[in-house]
């Protein structure tokens, strides 16, 4: 005759699933797991905080489920559940809602830029787009400040084109993610026009400028000045991501022989980060001051962008 085999411990129930069960949850989560056994050490019971699917189970022995209950849902009584709050992933910061009224504004820039140019194959109305809206420090120190404005819209070939609009393009998209579409576009032209005009005591008279390249550093500077004032003293080290990028850009721009280096407005690269980081920082801090943060002047700044530049041309091509 064979021993009988001695008898295995039956498992501990989970006491925790009839109490989420009537509270309407679907899982016990880490820290209502911790708080309900410190209930039930509390009250003499032993439990066990295992993982489950889903969620977490709280064991205890078989003899103390049904006081282990009793004392759980007397806690859950005085102490409900919170909801936990979820982020909502569509808020504007997760998400790419400038993105297409970046690429339909930069659409229409293009076209333009198209017709304004170099060659007149590639131009539009055998017209001389050049000689009436270059930059030149001799023309603007007469007078002829809508220079200023226009040289922004030309470009020197097809490369100096693509280059502008994919770079500008990609600074323009996170700047707007921040400002806004059409505070974007006003920072960067009205930033691209101011440094433009900055640098004429410091060139010779007579020298000539042309292309959107002013305006993409203007763009990169407001950024970094947008950020530096809502960011504060929070997050050092992404302060200095927006500086990093323009000088590693700009350090990259000036690589090359002398021959290549004339060609690169190396000043108007400058001029246009540092306005626009200083206008940036200045329409950051207006925004906060005044508690504007809610873009209602985003859409009048893209027009009045817009009017400078035609304005700019109207008037250049009366002259």
């Not at 797991?33 to 905080?49: D, E, F, K, N, Y």
């Not at 910061?93 to 590639?122: C, K």
């Not at 850009?249 to 400058?270: N, S, T």
Request: with cysteine.
């Amino acid at each position: 005759m064979h021993p009988s085999p001695p008898l295995r411990p039956s498992p501990w129930p989970d006491a925790a699933a009839p109490v989420l069960d009537e509270l309407g949850l679907s899982e016990l989560t880490p820290d209502m797991a911790h708080q309900w056994s410190l209930t039930l050490m509390a009250a003499g019971i032993p439990c066990r905080i295992r993982q489950g699917w889903p969620g977490m189970r709280l064991l205890v022995p078989p003899s103390r489920e049904e006081e282990a209950v009793a004392e759980l849902r007397a806690f859950a009584v005085e102490n409900p559940p919170q909801p936990i709050e979820l982020r909502d992933l569509r808020k504007p910061g997760f998400s790419w809602g400038e993105l297409p009224g970046v690429i339909w504004s930069l659409s229409v820039v293009t076209v333009f830029l198209t017709l304004t140019g170099a060659q007149h194959s590639l131009g539009a109305f055998e017209l001389d787009w050049h000689g009436r809206g270059l930059g030149d420090t001799r023309l603007m120190a007469q007078g002829q400040l809508w220079r200023a404005v226009t040289s922004l819209t030309l470009h020197a070939d097809i490369a100096h084109l693509i280059g502008n609009v994919g770079l500008g393009g990609t600074f323009l998209l996170l700047l707007a993610k921040e400002v806004g579409l059409g505070g974007a576009w006003w920072l960067a032209v009205a930033a691209g026009a101011l440094a433009n005009l900055a640098k004429i005591p410091f060139n010779d008279p007579g020298y000539t400028f042309l292309g959107a390249s002013t305006a993409v550093f203007a763009a990169l500077g407001a950024l970094a000045g947008v950020r530096l004032v809502r960011l504060g003293r929070a997050l050092r080290w992404r302060r200095a991501l927006p500086f990093a990028a323009g000088l590693m850009i700009l350090a990259f721009l000036g690589v090359g022989d002398e021959d290549e280096a004339r060609k690169i407005d190396l000043m108007g690269h400058f001029f246009g980060f540092g306005t626009g980081f200083l206008l940036g920082a200045a329409y950051a801090w207006w925004l906060r001051a005044t508690g504007n943060v809610d873009r209602r002047l985003s859409p009048w700044l893209g027009l009045a962008a817009a009017i400078m530049c035609a304005g700019a041309w109207f008037v250049a091509l009366l002259a």
